[in-house]
Nanobody, 115 residues
């Protein structure tokens, strides 16, 4: 089994920055495709950023130019650098690891952007 644990969320003012971390257990982290998702109250869970096993990335249009996903396979960790945060970025952010039919979710970390 793979354990996925997010950290780094919190309260930040509009225009501020946060870096989320997702630490995964296991010996095969490098082959997993990793994604950051977010879910606001009353909304569906949406993909924010994706990075596959070889480092290819894509982003939701709403965060392009502001968020950056990266991975450090030596540390079994994926990051989401969030800059120029807006109130509409407020959500619970979830980390996902996927390989074929195996999918693992973290517990989520709350990000609140408010003045």
């Amino acid at each position: 089994q793979v354990q996925v644990v997010e950290s780094g969320g919190g309260l930040v003012q509009p225009g501020g920055s946060l870096r989320l971390s997702c630490a995964a257990s296991g010996s095969f982290f490098s082959i997993y495709h990793m994604g950051w998702y977010r879910q606001a109250p009353g909304k569906q869970r949406d993909l924010v950023a994706f990075i596959n096993s070889v480092g290819n990335t894509n982003y939701a249009d709403s965060v392009k130019g502001r968020f950056t996903i990266s991975r450090d396979n030596a540390k079994n960790t994926v990051y989401l650098q969030m800059n120029s945060l807006k109130p509409e970025d407020t959500a619970v952010y979830y980390c996902n690891a996927h390989y074929f039919d195996n999918t693992y979710w973290g517990q989520g970390t709350q990000v609140t952007v408010s003045s």
